[in-house]
T-cell receptor, first 117, second 110 residues
Framework: EPEVTQTPSHQVTQMGQEVILRCVPI?????FYWYRQILGQKVEFLVS????????KSEIFDDQFSVERPDGSNFTLKIRSTKLEDSAMYFC???????????????FGPGTRLTVL | DAKTTQPTSMDCAEGRAANLPCNHS???????VYWYRQIHSQGPQYIIH???NNETNEMASLIITEDRKSSTLILPHATLRDTAVYYC???????????FGKGNQVVVIP
């Protein structure tokens, strides 16, 4: 069964450093998403991406965040200058509204645990 | 999107059916009911969704009341691996963001 994959599974970085989290969405999907989950808290929406541009973003997704689809398979989340409070699990998801019976069911990857020291 | 209300936690007996309730009294006509689960900080796993009719797949059944104000997710034969946080989410088609609440921590007991 196709699945969303994410790398790395765990990333440790120093405060102020840039990190890039990578995702490979399900191959025929057209919409891509990033969510995050701070330890012990809810899963929070960050951004959605369609047709090579951001379709929606939350208030969390400020100027230090960016997303990109650099090629036909990868989808990345870049955090320009990490802060301690960026430590969280980051989940990528993808969906295909065309085949989803009129809904856009999102399928999630296993996540990347980001630790900012 | 409409808000949902779920129990904070519940225990279920292994091998028995687990019935997980969800209230969504402010649901509107174009909103679907989605169920996801999250096993110990893994990525949320899609379970099932429905609009009006009851739905069944290999994982679970979804029973939606006629007025659509509540629903029940049924795990037919709970196993220890079903221990997870279960999220009931209401979302309309084309809505990009899934609004996860705190969910229902379900523990399957041997």
């Amino acid at each position: 069964e196709p699945e969303v994959t994410q790398t790395p599974s765990h990333q440790v970085t120093q405060m102020g450093q840039e990190v890039i989290l990578r995702c490979v969405p399900i191959s025929n999907h057209l919409y891509f998403y990033w969510y995050r989950q701070i330890l012990g808290q809810k899963v929070e929406f960050l951004v959605s991406f369609y047709n090579n541009e951001i379709s929606e973003k939350s208030e969390i997704f400020d100027d230090q965040f960016s997303v990109e689809r650099p090629d036909g398979s990868n989808f990345t989340l870049k955090i320009r200058s990490t802060k301690l409070e960026d430590s969280a699990m980051y989940f990528c998801a993808s969906s295909d509204p065309i085949s989803g019976r009129g809904t856009d069911t999102q399928y999630f990857g296993p996540g990347t645990r980001l630790t900012v020291l | 999107d409409a808000k949902t209300t779920q129990p904070t936690s519940m225990d279920c007996a292994e091998g028995r059916a687990a019935n997980l309730p969800c209230n969504h009294s402010t649901i509107s006509g174009n909103e679907y009911v989605y169920w996801y689960r999250q096993i110990h900080s893994q990525g949320p796993q899609y379970i099932i969704h429905g609009l009006k009719n009851n739905e069944t797949n290999e994982m679970a059944s979804l029973i939606i009341t006629e007025d659509r104000k509540s629903s029940t997710l049924i795990l037919p034969h709970a196993t220890l691996r079903d221990t997870a946080v279960y999220y009931c989410i209401v979302s309309s088609y084309g809505n990009n963001r899934l609004a996860f609440g705190k969910g229902n921590q379900v523990v399957v007991i041997p």
